[in-house]
């Protein structure tokens, strides 16, 4: 699927808020000036001042009628006695009965403390388990997040998700490049 040829958008603060629903990621570009503007879907905007914005566009591939995650960036910030290593956190929210499908992250390492509700998290092929308020998991680089819901129907679930990741791989894809999603979806 092509991208099609739209304006680039910047938000006006480094608190971002995004829905990663059915997404396909479309091209990037740095740009020298922010503007204020609206993004209507089927298209989502994820920026910073620091990486170019990621533009994703919604997929046709796989479709679920589950509620999908939501996102918001909280910082991202270059290591400085880590050189070319940069640590971003995410607040990931889940609605009832939320959920995400499978994914890796980019190369980075992932570790998630559990805020809110209870999460049910499952990684390459091992049974999944429950966390809970103030229990954390880790994600080595190149793992296979094969389940990752809230384990509620009725009450919202959410965690804050920090990445240390390759400055290069943020600087190249932006912050799309934190999530892959499985072939499909």
């Given at each position: 699927m092509s991208s099609p040829d739209i304006s680039w958008l910047f938000s006006e603060s480094n608190s971002i808020k995004f829905d990663i629903s059915r997404l396909q990621i479309s091209p990037f570009r740095r740009t020298a000036h922010h503007t204020k503007t609206t993004c209507l879907d089927p298209f989502l905007v994820?920026?910073?001042?620091?990486?170019?914005t990621a533009i994703m566009e919604a997929s046709p591939i796989a479709t679920s009628t589950r509620p999908r995650e939501n996102g918001e960036l909280l910082f991202d910030h270059e290591i400085a006695n880590a050189p070319g290593k940069s640590i971003v956190g995410l607040r990931v929210s889940f609605g009832p009965d939320?959920?995400?499908?499978?994914?890796?992250?980019?190369?980075?390492?992932?570790?998630?403390?559990?805020?809110?509700?209870?999460?049910?998290?499952?990684?390459?092929?091992?049974?999944?388990?429950?966390?809970?308020?103030?229990?954390?998991?880790?994600?080595?680089?190149?793992c296979h997040h094969t389940v990752g819901e809230n384990n509620s129907k009725e009450k919202p679930a959410s965690f804050i998700a920090v990445f240390v990741i390759d400055t290069e791989v943020l600087k190249v894809g932006g912050y799309a490049a934190l999530t892959q999603l499985d072939e499909g979806w």
């Open positions: 994820i920026s910073s001042t620091n990486y170019p939320g959920w995400t499908p499978p994914h890796r992250h980019g190369g980075a390492t992932v570790v998630a403390l559990v805020q809110e509700g209870e999460i049910l998290s499952g990684m390459n092929g091992n049974p999944p388990k429950v966390y809970k308020p103030g229990e954390s998991f880790m994600e080595r680089p190149g």
